[in-house]
């Protein structure tokens, strides 16, 4: 199993309608074949300044592979987070 995380901030101001609107097509991404346990999150430690997060898992490389050339998946990097992302950090795990 593959957790993948990544946490972010964006452009838009907090609570803008630019910021819900992103949040609301992100969700296209737990459409994906493969994606599970898909959750958008809010940041809330004093320990770091990122806001926002996503969190999913696969259940294997194949499936995180397939994931990051899926159609769907390319198109909002392209489109939306390489746009709206102001700065972001990712995180893939596996079980120890």
Known sequence: MIR???V????HAHGSLQ???FLRDAMVLKEI????????LRQVSKKND???GFSMEFADQDAYDAYNEHPKHVKFVKERWERE??????IDYVPV
């Open 19 to 21: 910021e819900k609107a």
């Open 4 to 6: 993948h995380t990544v």
């Open 85 to 90: 992302v102001e700065r972001f950090l990712e």
């Open 50 to 52: 990122y806001e926002f």
């Open 8 to 11: 972010f901030n964006l452009k």
């Open 33 to 40: 074949p493969g994606v599970k346990k898909f959750e958008q």
